[in-house]
């Protein structure tokens, strides 16, 4: 069954530093999207991405996030300088036409220390 | 601000009941709604999607939408231990369909 890649499974990274989580969505899928979960909290939406575009974005997607397809496979989040409370499970999910159940991927445990 | 409502449980159930799930939305706009199972650490799972008023049967699982009401339930029928886990409501909302998740709700069955 195809499948969300995303990678790392893990990072740690310093308070203020970049990092970039990566996503290789399903092949023939059109709607890309991140969302994270806080540990013990919501999943929440961050941004959607349909066309080469970011369609729409959440409260929480700031000026510190940007996402790109730069390659037509890969679709990753960068955040630009990290804060503490950017701790979270980041997932990357896809779907064929925005209105069926999105497959996510297994998730990057995003740590800031 | 879209709001999806479930009991956060624990919902204790022995094995073999019938495990019953309840979300209520707020936005009459949606169109699309999902359940999801979550284990500890991992992603969600889609389990169940439904579409229209009344019920949807996939094995062991039966989901039910009521959109005047605004409710989304979920009944796993002969629950195993496996099925312990908590189980995300999730609707559409906006053009995009975007998902707007509850809070979940932690299933545990014992045997």
């Known amino acids: 069954e195809p499948e969300v890649t995303q990678t790392p499974s893990h990072q740690v990274t310093q308070m203020g530093q970049e990092v970039i989580l990566r996503c290789v969505p399903i092949s023939n899928h059109l709607y890309f999207y991140w969302y994270r979960q806080i540990l013990g909290q919501k999943v929440e939406f961050l941004v959607s991405f349909y066309n080469n575009e970011i369609s729409e974005k959440s409260e929480i997607f700031d000026d510190q996030f940007s996402v790109e397809r730069p390659d037509g496979s890969n679709f990753t989040l960068k955040i630009r300088s990290t804060k503490l409370e950017d701790s979270a499970m980041y997932f990357c999910?896809?779907?064929?036409?925005?209105?069926?159940?999105?497959?996510f991927g297994s998730g990057t445990r995003l740590t800031v220390v | 601000q879209k709001e999806v409502e479930q009991n956060s449980g624990p919902l204790s159930v022995p094995e073999g009941a019938i495990a019953s799930l309840n979300c209520t939305y707020s936005d009459r706009g949606s169109q699309s709604f999902f359940w999801y199972r979550q284990y500890s650490g991992k992603s969600p799972e889609l389990i169940m999607s439904i579409y229209s008023n009344g019920d949807k049967e996939d094995g062991r699982f039966t989901a039910q939408l009521n959109k005047a009401s605004q409710y989304v339930s979920l009944l796993i029928r002969d629950s195993q231990p496996s099925d312990s886990a908590t189980y995300l409501c999730?609707?559409?909302?906006?053009?995009?369909?975007?998902?707007?998740f509850g809070a979940g709700t932690r299933l545990a069955v014992h045997p």
């Open positions: 999730a609707v559409t909302s906006g053009g995009y369909n975007k998902l707007i």
């Open positions: 999910a896809s779907t064929q036409t925005g209105d069926y159940g999105y497959t």
